[in-house]
């Protein structure tokens, strides 16, 4: 029977990485809103890999962070262990990475929610949305509870029509035997949605008892405490370590053994899986030059003896993951407590969405995370504190939030599934950004944190906190151009001791502090500040100087970029109606409906004369109407 | 709305005897500075607007004069463009153009596209309403027509090399890619400030040898070397006259290139044709009596495209015979003229002596045959019977320019190799010559980084 059950500004779908952080954003905003989700145990699980972070990945939860999410805080909370890694190479580059306590994860979280003003969770399966004259007004249950809402957030992840396969099994299920939501997906293709059915696989879970870990060689976390929030002060000091062990002959001949078996190969799967998490009858496939893989053996949570084999993803029936495990030094004797599978689910074409995530089909409904076409929690997470944040500003009737490709990963994330698509899951990689000096871990709060403070998201307090710190880099970065450094015995002996060489004039401290063997600490030796600076200070200083001049080439096509990106292409422009443009161009410009020449010009298959075309074609209209005037 | 400066040459190429290099943008008074030197040291930026200066290009590398021009300097906004505007009046023919705008493009202008000055002029609002169709129109048009230009240029050599190069850029920078995006995994090899250095050296090279053959012997910038033989008095001046007063050329005498031989350069339906030695044949009508049998074979030798002259109203003679047999196996037009007066001459024997080499009839006198002989001309060229020394190679300046800046980006990214700058920061200067000679072909597609990546190493959880 349908009753009407309540009326809210924002309902979000899910609660998955990409749910939190939307519930969240829009509550932390001041939306009256609404979390709906199937099973209310199972908040921010982690169906795959227990870790959160990595190469680009890890900058995004920085983000998240910096615009007042709430998965960098949360994993601070609960990690065994954290990275910092590529600490080798350039500061563009370097990323944390943490291994979570999958559980404490999910409770801790679960209290922040439950514990947030504006946010009511509710456990439930939604069925359909209300859509009328072509906007969402609200959502309808498998009990008939209807709640109304200004704003609809999807993040259903991959249990749209999920399907686990597993061997010659195939059931369906959501993720980790979930159940499956298959009567919104039908929904969603009946409002005319195009969907496409993509793949992913986790490998099995193994008992840590019957490991021999002897034989793997231990992959300790770093001994200097790490975060991702920048408002986190208290560190876990006891960390535990993960294990590195190889597959080797024995296991490729038995998984070549097994072939015919596996559903990958049978034509059982016709789901599009990602390129960069291929299952390891794949990598023995594709790759069968190689002698052995890595696989990295990683305990899922502090009170648990199940550990995640990661390298090892697969779909092969269960009988064969067990030999396969055996084959490999350490894991002997193992036992297999949970077999590995592939899921298929569906997922909505990610053009069909403004950079907002707002739907361009039906008005007041956006959609993040798996359910976009992407992989991986952290963009799942990116994407849902945007929706959730745009749901909740659209809701007040508060203009909504654009992230750029030069603001943030989450911003060449969004850009490139609206703008361009998938055609796999997609993930964040760092070659994807084409700023990623600008985009580096260290500054996402410089980045970031006005807006968050914006939207209402950041604190006062925190707000306070990083003006000062910005303020002090500034200061810092102008006393170290002014200062003069003579060439005389304490600077040249410092010089000398570092290997370089040696002055024969003055020079300012912070050409000094370019050279490649200077750093901040040498240069601080040389010239004391006058009061003294907190750590961050101090790396943003130095790099900020150190790389001036890619800083400063990097900053100049942002600049060119941005002059593209302020000519606004109106919505209701007619494509048709513009002389010249290559039919392929026109044909995408109508399907992506860009909303800057910026956007338009990134769109394959739009070459520049179109966008010239299209320049003037804009500016046409801009001189009629002054001529009207 | 667009910050930088683009340069072209606003004069159709060869058909004036002075050629114009226009400037417009931001940076048009200070690139030209850069570059131009008056007589009296002038700035001219600090000259008045709307004048006109004479001087000297100069090239800042060799600091050597490349061209007498006359500069005339606008300030924005009572210009075409509405921006400032610097034009450069050279002498006309294809190498001085072409040398002064390579000079903009490597000094910081940028080869404008089809049709931009006039985007520029209407964007800025010089141009009103009913003219904007046929902007678009010029742009569309244009471009589809530069687009095949250089796709028939793309084809071969040039293409493969570009191609191999982007080829193994990309493959390092895939590698440092996963280096980066895949810390852990020890199956790929560290990408080292040592490798790294080997395959930017080795790109940058290639970058330089494609460089000089462009400077070299470039038949589209410098011409094809064309001879004009015949016995005295058979109208080889004529000739001379009429393809140059056809074609409206006019005379370049190049200091340090030539030196008793002086040369000529005229565009025949787009083939640009050297003349070599255009003043022997005014002076005394024969080549050989004026440079010497051995330097003549030389000339000879050294020449793309011969044309040799017959009379027609006189029989042949040892003499013609014996220039039939030294030009032999080279790129011959053979011109039977004077076709306005009795014939005296055997065709048949001389269809012999021309075997399959092109034969054109002409009356240089009552202008007839010339069109015939320029579609000759033509067609040796297009149809590529004419093997000359580097066709293939890179003689389109937007190439050249192109070609610059990838070669300036990758000796930064030595240069940070050098300095010991982090090899993902020094990849972004790698990055961008990948990009810059994918403009080249026309092909700068980011996705490709990523299918090399999955491509090249195995990776995933």
């Keep these: 029977m349908a009753y009407e059950a309540g009326s809210y500004d924002v309902i979000v779908i899910g609660a998955g990485h990409a749910g939190v952080e939307a519930g969240l954003a829009s509550a932390r905003i001041g939306a009256k809103t609404l979390m709906v989700t199937i099973n209310l145990d199972m908040v921010a699980f982690m169906p795959c890999n227990p870790s959160i972070g990595g190469p680009a990945k890890g900058i995004v939860v920085r983000e998240i962070d910096a615009l007042g999410g709430e998965m960098g805080k949360n994993i601070d909370k609960t990690y065994i262990q954290m990275r910092m890694l590529n600490t080798g190479k350039g500061p563009a580059v370097r990323a944390l990475r943490a291994q979570a306590d999958k559980f404490t994860y999910q409770h801790e979280m679960k209290k922040t929610l439950e514990n947030q003003e504006n946010l009511t969770l509710l456990q439930g399966m939604v069925e359909s949305l209300i859509v009328e004259d072509g906007e969402c007004r609200g959502i309808i249950t498998q009990t008939g509870a209807t709640y109304y809402a200004k704003s609809v957030v999807i993040t259903t992840g991959t249990f749209l029509r999920g399907e686990i396969i597993l061997g010659e099994l195939k059931y369906s299920s959501g993720p980790n035997n979930q159940q499956p939501s298959i009567k919104l997906s039908e929904h969603l293709e009946a409002l005319g949605f195009d969907m496409v059915r993509f793949k992913t696989g986790t490998p099995p879970r193994v008992n840590s008892h019957s490991i021999d870990y002897s034989k793997t060689e231990i992959q300790p976390g770093d001994d200097v405490p790490r975060a991702f929030s920048y408002e986190t002060t208290k560190y876990i000091t006891e960390q535990l370590p993960c294990w590195l062990t190889y597959t080797n002959e024995k296991t490729h001949t038995l998984i070549d053994n097994n072939l015919h078996r596996s559903p990958m190969y049978s034509g059982m799967i016709k789901g599009t899986g990602p390129r960069y998490c291929p299952s390891i009858e794949d990598k023995v496939v594709r790759f069968n030059d190689k002698p052995r893989h890595q696989i990295f053996l990683e305990p899922e949570g502090r009170n648990t003896q199940e550990v995640y084999v990661q390298g090892l993803s697969t779909s092969l029936p269960e009988d064969v993951q067990q030999d396969i495990l055996r084959t490999i030094p350490g894991l002997e004797n193992v036992q297999m407590m949970r077999a590995g599978y592939a899921i298929e689910y569906d997922s909505i074409v990610p053009t069909q969405l403004w950079p907002t995530l707002e739907t361009k089909k039906v008005k007041n409904l956006y959609t993040a995370g798996q359910i976009n076409g992407t992989s991986g929690y952290e963009e799942a997470a990116g994407q849902g504190l945007m929706a959730g944040m745009n749901a909740g500003l659209h809701s007040l009737g508060r203009e909504q939030v654009i992230l750029s490709r030069s603001d943030g990963y989450i911003g060449v994330l969004i850009d490139d599934l609206v703008t361009k698509g998938t055609n796999e899951p997609y993930r964040l990689l760092t070659s994807r950004a084409e700023y990623r000096l600008l985009l580096r871990h260290d500054n996402a709060d410089l980045r970031l944190t006005e807006i968050g403070y914006n939207v209402g998201m950041i604190s006062e307090e925190r707000y306070q906190k990083f003006l000062s710190k910005k303020q002090q880099i500034e200061e810092e970065i102008m006393r170290l151009k002014k200062i003069i450094l003579k060439p005389n015995a304490e600077v040249q002996g410092l010089i000398q001791s570092l290997g370089g060489s040696e002055l024969k004039d003055g020079i300012r401290a912070s050409d000094l502090l370019k050279r490649p063997e200077m750093s901040y600490a040498h240069i601080e030796q040389l010239a004391k500040a006058t009061s003294e600076l907190d750590d961050e200070v101090k790396e943003q200083v130095e790099i900020q100087i150190k790389y001036e001049g890619y800083i400063e080439k990097s900053l100049q096509q942002v600049d060119r970029l941005k002059k593209m990106e302020n000519k606004k292409i109106p919505n209701q422009i007619d494509y048709d109606d513009i002389n010249g443009l290559a039919s392929e161009a026109r044909q995408k410009l109508k399907s992506v409906r860009p909303l800057s020449l910026a956007q338009a010009s990134r769109i394959s298959g739009v070459n520049p004369a179109d966008i010239s075309i299209l320049l003037v074609y804009l500016e046409q209209g801009r001189i009629a109407k002054v001529a009207n005037e | ?461």
């Design chain 2, 1 to 461: 709305m667009e910050l930088d400066t683009i340069a072209a040459i606003s004069t159709p190429m060869g058909e004036g005897a002075i050629a114009i290099v226009r400037l417009s943008g931001p940076e048009a008074f200070d690139i030209a500075d850069h570059l131009f030197k008056s007589v009296g040291d002038k700035r001219l930026k600090e000259v008045p607007s709307h004048t006109i200066h004479y001087g000297h290009i100069i090239d800042p590398k060799t600091d050597q004069v490349a061209e007498e021009v006359m500069v005339s300097a606008m300030k924005g906004p009572k210009t075409f463009t509405k921006e400032d505007v610097i034009e450069i009046n050279c002498h006309g023919g294809l190498v001085s153009v072409n040398r002064v705008l390579q000079l903009m493009l490597t000094n910081g202008a940028r080869l404008a596209e089809p049709g931009e000055f006039t985007k520029r002029a209407f964007l800025n609002g010089r141009i009103d309403l009913s003219q904007a169709e046929a902007v678009m129109d010029l742009i569309r048009a244009k471009t589809d027509k530069a687009m095949n230009v250089a796709l028939g240029q793309m084809e071969g050599r040039l293409s493969n090399l570009i191609k191999r190069l982007r080829q193994e850029i990309l493959e390092v920078l895939a590698h440092v890619e996963v280096n980066i995006d895949y810390p852990e995994y020890d199956d790929v090899e560290e990408m080292t400030h040592h490798l790294l250095l080997e395959k930017a050296s080795f790109v940058q090279k290639e970058i330089e040898q494609l460089l000089r053959t462009s400077q070299q012997g470039k038949i589209l910038r410098e011409g094809l070397s064309t001879v004009i033989v015949g016995r005295p008095n058979v109208g080889k001046s004529s000739l001379l006259n009429s393809l140059v007063h056809e074609n409206k050329a006019i005379v370049t005498d190049i200091p340090g290139t030539t030196r008793d031989v002086i040369e000529e350069y005229v565009n025949v339906r787009g083939v640009p044709l050297k003349l070599v030695d255009t003043a022997g044949i005014r002076e005394t009508e024969d080549i050989v009596e004026r440079i010497g049998v051995e330097r003549s074979r030389q000339v000879l030798k050294e020449a793309d495209l011969i044309l040799l002259v017959v009379n027609y109203s006189d029989e042949l003679t040892d003499e013609d015979i014996n220039l039939f047999k030294a030009v032999e196996g080279m790129d011959v037009i053979v011109i039977v003229n004077k076709t306005d007066l009795e014939q005296k001459i055997d065709m048949e024997k001389v269809r012999q002596l021309a075997a399959n080499q092109k034969l054109v009839t002409t009356s240089l006198l009552e202008e007839q045959g010339i069109n015939e002989l320029e579609e000759a001309i033509s067609e040796l060229f297009f149809t590529g019977s004419i093997e000359a020394e580097d066709m293939t190679y890179v003689s389109n300046s937007r190439h050249i320019a192109l070609l610059h800046q990838a070669l300036n980006s990758i000796n930064d990214a030595i240069e940070g190799v050098d300095l010991g700058t982090p090899i993902d920061i020094v990849q972004i200067d790698l990055t961008r010559t990948w990009e810059i000679l994918g403009e080249i072909i026309g092909d700068s597609v980011q996705d490709s980084l990523i299918d090399q990546l999955f491509s090249q190493f195995c990776l995933g959880k």
